[in-house]
C-alpha cells in the first residue's frame, strides 16, 4: 500500500514539474 502511495506522489510531482517545465517553455517562447 505505502509502495502505492509513493509512486501515486511521485507521479503526481512529475505532473507538476512537467506542467511547470512547458509554462516556462511557452513563456519563453512568447518573450522571443
Same mark, same amino acid.
Given at each position: 500500500?505505502?509502495? /502505492?502511495?509513493?509512486? @501515486?506522489?511521485?507521479?503526481?510531482?512529475?505532473?507538476? /514539474?512537467?506542467?511547470?517545465? %512547458?509554462?516556462?517553455? %511557452?513563456?519563453?517562447? @512568447?518573450?522571443?
Amino acid at each position: 500500500m505505502f509502495c /502505492v502511495w509513493k509512486q @501515486n506522489m511521485l507521479k503526481d510531482n512529475y505532473k507538476k /514539474v512537467e506542467t511547470k517545465d %512547458l509554462h516556462i517553455s %511557452l513563456r519563453d517562447l @512568447n518573450l522571443r
